[in-house]
């Protein structure tokens, strides 16, 4: 049986990041681009798309489990991020078989402790033989 793991690391996008994932992604809605718009909307300023917290998730789940593969995600958004927003990316995995499945409780966290992702992953053993 494995231990229980708990990792913790300080994040934060920029509204360049923001548009850059746009461009990548092809996602430009103005909620997540254009300031002006977003001052206007319930949000008051631009906010992160899901996919770009995910992707810093993703980062951090390779950079502690490095022998490990995504298998499954199961996430929520229930808070918006904004530019420059000190976040706290928490991974929190279960004890497991030593070398079986890895489920990771997943949450990004606002300053204010409250979750603008949360979720599940499962990570696979890496064999070097996955598609």
Do not use: W
């Amino acid at each position: 049986m494995s231990t229980p793991i708990h990792f913790e690391e300080p994040a934060r996008l920029s509204q360049q990041d923001f548009n850059q994932f746009a461009d990548l992604s092809g996602d430009h809605n103005p909620i997540h681009v254009d300031p002006d718009y977003s001052s206007g909307t319930r949000f008051g300023a631009t906010v992160s798309h899901g996919m770009l917290l995910f992707t810093k998730l993703r980062g951090c789940l390779h950079r502690h489990f490095p022998k490990h593969r995504l298998a499954e995600q199961q996430l929520m958004f229930p808070a918006p991020a904004y530019a420059e927003e000190n976040l706290v990316i928490q991974l929190d995995s279960a004890p497991t078989q030593d070398k079986g499945p890895l489920s990771v409780a997943t949450r990004i966290l606002k300053a204010d402790g409250s979750a603008c992702l949360e979720g599940r992953c499962i990570l696979e053993p890496d064999t070097g033989n996955a598609p």
